[in-house]
């Protein structure tokens, strides 16, 4: 993960943006540190990276999405169908409409929802 986020050194903010994580977050991340499950899929998924290398390095993080849990389901289904999707809005935040309309779990770690807006939409 931290070779694959060295790529990012010179554009960080809009990773921050992208992924709907803190900078905090990612400095623990790259203290070699594990984050939550939804905060490394925002990570992944922001990067553009392939369901199966988004599998992968979450394994290497002991998460995996399965098709067996509600927040699993919709994140799969959306990488699914990503082509398809409006590329105007960060995929994690399209995501996270439709997680916070069924009252799951968020991607990320910045919240928003249900008139808590704490750090804006990008």
Known sequence: ?????EQYNGRQNQLFAASNITERMLYYIK????????SLTALVISLG????????????????LSKSLPMDMVV???LEHR????????L????????EELELP???TRLYGKGEIL???P
């Open 76 to 78: 799969l289904y959306f």
């Open 49 to 64: 990276m392939e369901t199966e290398e988004i599998q992968q390095i979450l394994k290497t993080a002991g998460y995996v």
């Open 119 to 121: 750090w804006g939409k």
């Open 31 to 38: 203290a070699n540190r594990n984050p939550s499950k939804e």
């Open 92 to 99: 994690v935040w399209q995501i996270n409409e439709v997680l």
């Open 106 to 108: 968020l991607l990320g």
């Open 83 to 90: 082509s398809e999707m409006d590329r105007e809005m960060s």
């Open 1 to 5: 993960m931290q070779k694959v986020l």
